[in-house]
Nanobody, 123 residues
């Protein structure tokens, strides 16, 4: 059974940093592409960053240069390093997984989801 568990969220001031983690289990981790999505209240879920099985990455324009997605295939863990956080980064952040090579930031392409971790950026 695929399980994704996010951690690392919290409250931070504008300009601050956070690192999110997503621990994966129940499948062969290095055969799945992974991604981070986020959803703010009243808004649709949007793709933030994706990483495929060989480490290639894709980022939403809104986070390029500020967020870095990475994966540790030994620890079966996905990361999202976030710097220079802005008020508009406030959202629930979700980890997602899909088998095979995939870099699109479209929620419908991902089969498995975590429960989310809240990130709140204040001024």
């Amino acid at each position: 059974q695929v399980q994704l568990v996010e951690s690392g969220g919290g409250s931070v001031q504008s300009g601050g940093s956070l690192r999110l983690s997503c621990a994966a289990s129940g499948y062969t981790y290095n055969t799945y592409s992974m991604a981070w999505f986020r959803q703010a209240p009243g808004k649709e879920r949007e793709g933030v960053a994706a990483i495929d099985t060989v480490g290639r990455t894709n980022y939403a324009d809104s986070v390029k240069g500020r967020f870095t997605i990475s994966r540790d295939n030994v620890k079966n863990t996905l990361y999202l390093q976030m710097i220079s956080l802005k008020l508009e980064d406030t959202a629930m952040y979700y980890c997602a997984a899909t088998p095979g090579w995939w870099l699109r930031l479209h929620a419908g392409d991902y089969h498995y989801w975590g429960q989310g971790t809240q990130v709140t950026v204040s001024s």
